[in-house]
Every structure is written in structure tokens, then in C-alpha cells.
């Protein structure tokens, strides 16, 4: 336990360190942070984020690289005139998504070429069709990049994976590539319709895998009525939903009625990947949700968030084995 005397310390540290980063260009901050995240970029790998706000010394400002084409992200409502001047002279296409805004629209072009229709970057040797006219998020998740990893060593021929709130289907891909077979569940047809458009673009059949369009809870109650079993279930839902019924879900206090269900529908030896980005809940009070109605022999098994996530560390992952 840390002593008064350390905490005054660390604290003194922290707030020089405050100063000092106000006192560095925007330019230098970002150049710095680049360089240090270009170990990441390779002929695998070609999306990763390259700044991570407070992480990087600018707290609520973030960039995210897609196969070299840039979206800027920050909370304010206006970018600054240093911002401006920097990503102008970059030689990227930029985008830029305002966050936390009520109305959820596309990313803004702001410079170089602009980007208009979808294209593919690779993450850990596998390719994903990214977007910049389909909403506010571009057709991956940067912060799952070691889940999915995790995926796919745990998918083996033979094994079926379930991914449910599957957005486009990057878990879904994932498993298959280790040899698995899925079934990728959502609410939206055209995110199915993009999941089967991943599959193919890394020689995957998608007429061998299922898609199942609807509720969550809902499936999960079908197959465990059914008896239908998965060696596998991905649960990352939303932090807040409502079904069509007007019920709600929030994560903070319902995450064990999805894993109380998906472990009916598990297969003995079988894991479930558990996860949140939901800012309320810290890392205990995730792992007492999430389980408090599995069986008593599980083992979590927490998995951090990808080395140049520097700043807030809001992602929860606890991977169940059962």
C-alpha cells in the first residue's frame, strides 16, 4: 500500500509532468506518439490507434489509423487551430468524429484525398472492410485487437463459436480463421450483410457459417431450449439497450443475465469472452457482475487492452473457462 509520502510523490510527479506536456507543440506530441506506436505497423497489421489522449499528453483527442488513412477523434466540438495546422500538413486523408455527441452521424472530411467508398485493412493478417459512410463507428473495434487474437487461438477445427452483438462480424472472422465454425448473431441485417462481405475477403464461404438476425436474449433462450451447444460465446454488448419490448438492459447490472444464459448453451470445457467498455464499472466490480450466476469451477482469466491504449483503460475483458 502506498504511503503518504509516496502518494505526495507520485502526485507532485504527475502534476509536473502536467506542465510540462502543456508546454510541448501539438505537433511534437503527436510525431512522438506516431513513432512510438510504428513497431505496430506492418504487412500484418495496418490499423491501430496512434494516439491515445491523456496517454499521449492531450487529453480528450485520439487518432486512429485505418491502411493509412486517418479519423481523427476528439470531444470538444471544434478542432484547434494547432490541430488544424498539424494534420494539414501530415499528407494523410483525414477524417474527423466529433465523440460523445447526441446525434451519432459520419465522420467530417477534413484533408488530403477523400475516402468514399469502403476499402480493407489488416489487423494480425486478417482483412476487414472499413467505412467511412456507414455511421459513426468505421466497421472495427481497435481496442479488441488482443481479444481477437485470443479468438482465434482458441478456435479450432471443428469448435462453434457463437458471436453475439456482433457488429460486423470481426470475432466471427476471427474464429473461422482459426478453422472454427460460427454463427454470427445482431439486430441489424446490413452488419450481417458486412460480417458475410469480412468472411469472404479473407476466402471463407460464408454459406458454411450461420447468421442469425434478432435479440440476443432472445437466441439464447431458443438454443439453450434446443439443447444447442458452442464451444465458444462472445458477449460485448452495448452499455445500455432496449428490445422491442421496451425492456431494458443496462451492463452495470445485468451483464449475469448474459452469461447466466450463454453458459446453458456452453459445452463442458467451453469459454465465454466477456467484455465492456462501460466507464461506471471498475475491473472488481465487472468480475462480480459478470459472474455471480456462473457455475462455481469457472476460472476468469482478465486480458488487458492493446499495448498503445496508454490512457484510460476503459475496456473490461475477463475470458471465462468453464
Not at 460523445?100 to 489487423?123: M, V
Not at 482478465?302 to 475483458?317: A, I, S
Request: some cysteine; charged content about 25%; proline content about 4%.
Amino acid at each position: 500500500m502506498a504511503t503518504p509520502q509516496t502518494r505526495y510523490s507520485l502526485e507532485f510527479t504527475s502534476f509536473f509532468r502536467h506542465i510540462f506536456l502543456m508546454q510541448v507543440p501539438v505537433h511534437q506530441l503527436f510525431e512522438t506518439a506516431i513513432a512510438k506506436r510504428q513497431h505496430l505497423l506492418d504487412d500484418n497489421t495496418n490499423a491501430v490507434r496512434l494516439f491515445d489522449g491523456s496517454g499521449d499528453g492531450l487529453a480528450d483527442v485520439f487518432l486512429e489509423c485505418f491502411a493509412d488513412r486517418w479519423v481523427l477523434s476528439t470531444r470538444d466540438n471544434r478542432i484547434s487551430q494547432d490541430l488544424r495546422e498539424f494534420f494539414q500538413q501530415c499528407g494523410k486523408t483525414v477524417y474527423w468524429k466529433q465523440l460523445d455527441q447526441h446525434q451519432k452521424t459520419n465522420p467530417t472530411h477534413l484533408f488530403g484525398a477523400e475516402q468514399t467508398t469502403p476499402f480493407i485493412a489488416r489487423e494480425s493478417g486478417i482483412q476487414y472492410e472499413i467505412s467511412f459512410q456507414s455511421g459513426y463507428s468505421q466497421g472495427i473495434f481497435l481496442d479488441q485487437r488482443e481479444n481477437r487474437k485470443r479468438v482465434r487461438q482458441r478456435s479450432n477445427t471443428g469448435d462453434r463459436i457463437l458471436n453475439t452483438f456482433s457488429y460486423t462480424g470481426a470475432f466471427s472472422v476471427s474464429a473461422a480463421m482459426g478453422g472454427a465454425t460460427t454463427s454470427t448473431l445482431d439486430l441489424s441485417q446490413p452488419y450481417l450483410d458486412w460480417a458475410k462481405n469480412n468472411l469472404s475477403h479473407n476466402q471463407i464461404d460464408p454459406a458454411s457459417h450461420y447468421f442469425c438476425k434478432g435479440d440476443t436474449f432472445h437466441w439464447l433462450r431458443r438454443f439453450a431450449k434446443q439443447g444447442r451447444k458452442f464451444d465458444g460465446i462472445i458477449l460485448d454488448p452495448p452499455t445500455f439497450s432496449r428490445d422491442d419490448k421496451g425492456k431494458v438492459f443496462r451492463v452495470e447490472k445485468d451483464y449475469h443475465r448474459l452469461t447466466d444464459l450463454a453458459a446453458q448453451c456452453l459445452n463442458p470445457g467451453g469459454w465465454i469472452l466477456a467484455s465492456t467498455n462501460c466507464r461506471k464499472m471498475s475491473d472488481h466490480d465487472f468480475l462480480f457482475e459478470a459472474s455471480r450466476r456462473l457455475p462455481r469451477h469457472y476460472k476468469a482469466t482478465p486480458l488487458p487492452m492493446p499495448e498503445e491504449y496508454t490512457g484510460e483503460q476503459y475496456l473490461k475483458t475477463l475470458w471465462f473457462d468453464l
